[in-house]
């Protein structure tokens, strides 16, 4: 803070120099010399000169504030920009930890377990507090849209964090939510991404890093439309070699049941294999779905 002000007043004493030296001393001589050759005494002169000195005086004491003010606004500005960029940074960092519940289906039960013993979704409410107390009016205008989208992802993860319980006691996420989830976090890692630095040092994202290797390489397909119905397919991968050992399948329903076969396991030796069970499984649940009616 105290090399802050230092440089401030620095800076101010450099303009007032430079307005000295290039402006007014300039003005004053050739106003002098001017004087002169229209053959005022040096009575006259003088009265004349310090006349002029009064009038730039006045401009630059009026001038000075604005100065100092639009100096104390860009400093504002970035002090707000990087309060924001911690603030998405501690979020991410949340949103991380609760994504990697649903890396894998065959332990995201566990997962989400360990994530309410450990009381992680009460963090939620004191971020969305320090969101809410950013003054949106002071920030930059290109900023405003990137508060409005970190509030919207930490406001989500908390919406997600109090379903839990309930998944918990259905014995399986909810896909579609899950999926928007990794969408907001992913565009907030992005805006992160092109905020300036705060002065505030990184933290070491080692495990967010492995964790972001592991859902781009075992990337999840995307939905299936059968009959109306809505299918996500999530599989179970081997250690070794490239084709899922097992999947499970989630399934919505027009009238709003969500429903979850339970996991299937099978060394299948092709995608092809794979994929004809899965098509078998489909067709049983919806025919037995409409079926009821």
């Known amino acids: 803070m105290l090399e802050e002000k230092r440089k401030r007043f620095l800076s101010i004493i450099a303009v007032t120099f430079l307005c000295v030296a290039f402006i007014v001393i300039p003005i004053v001589w050739q106003l ?7 053959g005022l005494d040096n009575a006259a002169a003088a009265s004349w000169v310090q006349g002029v000195g009064s009038i730039l005086a006045i401009v630059a004491a009026g001038y000075f504030p604005i100065f100092h003010s639009r100096i104390s606004a860009k400093k504002l500005e970035r002090q707000l920009v990087g309060t924001m960029r911690v603030l998405m940074t501690e979020t991410l960092e949340k949103l991380w930890r609760l994504s990697s519940a649903f890396v894998k289906f065959d332990s995201e039960i566990l997962e989400m377990q360990e994530y309410l013993r450990n009381h992680r979704q009460r963090e939620w409410h004191g971020l969305i507090s320090a969101i809410d107390q950013m003054p949106i009016a002071q920030l930059p205008a290109r900023r405003v849209s990137d508060l409005g989208h970190l509030r919207d992802a930490a406001e989500f993860g908390a919406y997600v964090a109090e379903l839990l319980p309930g998944w918990i006691e259905s014995g399986a996420s909810h896909q579609s939510v899950v999926r928007a989830l990794r969408g907001k976090r992913d565009l907030l890692m992005l805006l992160r991404g092109m905020t300036p630095q705060s002065g505030v040092e990184d933290p070491n994202w080692d495990w967010i890093k492995k964790i972001q290797a592991y859902e781009i390489s075992k990337a999840e397909p995307g939905e299936m439309i059968v009959s109306g119905v809505k299918i996500y397919r999530r599989y179970s991968w081997p250690e070794v070699g490239h084709i899922p050992k097992g999947y499970q399948l989630q399934y919505y329903f027009p009238d709003g049941l969500v429903t979850t076969d339970d996991s299937v ?3 299948w030796s092709s995608y092809d294999d794979l ?6 499984d489909v067709n049983s649940t919806i025919s037995r779905y409409l079926g009821d009616f």
């Open 32 to 38: 002098i010399v001017t004087l002169k050759w229209v």
């Open 275 to 280: 994929k004809a069970r899965i098509e078998i």
């Open 265 to 267: 396991s099978f060394p």
